[in-house]
């Protein structure tokens, strides 16, 4: 038998909830296993603390029953759905740090578990704590992190808890710089939250399993207002906080309405087609067509999707019976779905459930399917959106930067296979290229806009999918350091009344792609006459049909 270890290191399988990679499960085992009794370990303790916060931006990302107040006559969630159609009950991982001006504090600092490396940790624990508002207001979230407390005497530590925590509590290293693989954690209050008075004490009640951690939490003086749901499983749907934040826009749901009916006024349409995960545009097919006739795809909720159309259907009165969902898996639609009838309208938002953290080009995926289906088409069969327009902008991005840079010789270790699995960017051997990253650029900690937004190219949905390039020159309207393109796309929904929505990043609901440069540039604007400082920049993309893989080059100058 091999001799038991008087030493353990396990820091590399924490993340941001603490838990979520497996730490207990491990801890167990080593200590069964391999360790001997009352161990040296590094760490040594690590503490969870939460802090209650009231944000409408983080209300709006779980509540679309209460947010869902436009006047377009669509409800996805009437009073007997409120609970079927929510985000996932668990712990968001999330940079708070980008929203502290939107978040007002409710309570101070308070400890919620703590876990001692050198004993075996419980699989299962509960902590029942009394919490005193510090202000009055509405309980949205509850924002978590986590402090590790290295040596055993107490004197080194690191922590993942939001700067305005780390300006309190200035014995806290892991402060310095942003980072990327560690953020806070963001549980949601169900329904509008927990309205409490200042002084008033909340009782929260927290439990751990091995991988995750959940809340309750109530006044002493109230319930949670009438907002526990009740839940028909048979028909419940589970979406992205940002698909639940966008369905409750008035101004996105107003120009998905609008151009649906611009499209409609036009003539009768046979039969729609739907072809992505969109309940809500085949909920609004169901309000705006007189016989309506649809095929949908929902090649990601399937038959869950299905099911809520359908209690929706019933609830409000209006018949599916022309709906059908198809199968996705087909390699192509037959004309016999249709009734040998030709598709007069063709949708999408575009959006595919399980794809929300992937590159925004994955969305053309509509435009694959729009391809699949070319012969079904009628010759003047509508589009919506009718055009994607691919647009860049170039950023300095130094905390995004700095946490892909490639990893090089430390303590003598080999990492290039470490960079090629993890998808390091910065510092690459030529010719290496860094891949291509899906991020929400308000995430992504100091950012700056070094150039306008420019069109790189655009994607014709009114004719079958090919492969194209576009090419672009940027100027420069700042001066400072380029560390990077973001790339987004535009959807054009109808091009006749201009309606288009956007997804860049300054809107916060979408992900953008982003190209980091394998070295900082030093760019200007045309006025700057030092001739190291690039002041233009060219810019080529090419998108590979074939493969959905877009293709990015450039190369600085000057004017």
Not at 127 to 145: F, M, P
Not at 287 to 308: D, I, S
Request: proline share 4%; aromatic share 10%.
């Amino acid at each position: 038998m091999a001799p038991l270890l008087n030493l353990e290191e396990v820091s590399e399988i924490l993340d941001s909830e603490l838990l979520g990679e497996g730490l207990i499960p491990t801890l167990q085992h080593a200590h069964d296993e391999l360790l001997v009794k009352s161990p040296q370990t590094v760490p040594y303790r690590a503490t969870i603390y939460g802090q209650f916060v009231e944000s409408e931006f983080l209300w709006k990302l779980h509540d679309l029953y209460n947010n869902e107040v436009c006047s377009d006559g669509i409800r996805l969630v009437p009073t007997e759905l409120k609970g079927n159609l929510q985000v996932k009950s668990q712990q968001y991982p999330m940079h708070c740090d980008s929203l502290r001006e939107e978040i007002k504090l409710l309570s101070e600092p308070f400890k919620i578990f703590e876990i001692d490396f050198w004993k075996r940790p419980e699989s299962h624990e509960e902590a029942a704590l009394h919490i005193k508002a510090t202000d009055g207001g509405r309980v949205h979230a509850i924002v978590s992190w986590w402090v590790l407390q290295l040596d055993k005497e107490g004197t080194i530590f690191y922590s993942t808890a939001p700067r305005w925590i780390k300006g309190l509590w200035t014995d806290l290293s892991g402060g310095g710089h942003w980072c990327d693989h560690w953020k806070q954690c963001v549980w949601f209050v169900p329904g509008k939250g927990l309205s409490v008075s200042k002084d008033e004490i909340v009782q929260l009640h927290a439990a751990h399993s091995d991988t995750s951690i959940s809340y309750q939490l109530e006044s002493l003086r109230q319930t949670n207002e009438g907002d526990c749901y009740s839940h028909r499983k048979d028909i419940e749907l589970t979406l992205s906080p940002e698909k639940i934040a966008t369905y409750s826009d008035c101004n996105w749901r107003h120009s998905m309405i609008t151009t649906l009916e611009h499209a409609l006024c036009k003539r009768d349409f046979q039969y729609c087609f739907v072809a992505d995960d969109s309940v809500f545009l085949a909920t609004a097919l169901t309000h705006l067509c007189k016989t309506p006739h649809a095929m949908l795809l929902f090649p990601g909720l399937r038959q869950k999707g299905f099911h809520y159309l359908q209690a929706l259907a019933k609830i409000n009165q209006f018949s599916l019976h022309d709906f059908k969902l198809l199968d996705h898996r087909q390699d192509c639609t037959l004309m016999q779905d249709t009734a040998e009838k030709k598709v007069d309208l063709f949708v999408g938002e575009p959006f595919y459930y399980g794809c929300e953290t992937q590159l925004p080009w994955t969305n053309l995926r509509f435009w694959k399917e729009r391809t699949r289906i070319e012969g079904m088409l009628s010759s003047d069969a509508q589009v919506v959106p009718c055009k994607g327009i691919l647009r860049v902008c170039v950023m300095s991005l130094p905390d995004l930067w700095r946490s892909r840079c490639s990893l090089t010789d430390i303590e003598g270790f080999d990492h290039s296979v470490v960079n090629a699995v993890l998808g390091a960017c910065g510092n690459l051997p030529s010719p290496q290229e860094g891949p291509m990253l899906p991020c929400s650029i308000w995430q992504c900690g100091e950012t700056m806009e070094l150039s306008e937004h420019f069109t790189l190219m655009e994607f014709d949905f009114s004719k079958p999918m090919s492969s194209c390039s576009g090419e672009t020159k940027v100027e420069f309207i700042k001066s400072g350091i380029c560390h990077g393109f973001v790339i987004w796309i535009d959807w054009l929904l109808d091009a006749q009344n201009d309606i288009m929505v956007s997804t860049g990043p300054d809107h916060r609901l979408w992900r953008q792609g982003v190209k980091l440069l394998a070295e900082p540039v030093t760019v200007g604007n045309h006025g700057v006459k030092h001739s190291e400082v690039s002041t233009l920049v060219d810019i080529k993309a090419v998108f590979d049909s074939s493969a959905g893989e877009l293709l990015i080059e450039h190369a600085f100058g000057r004017l």
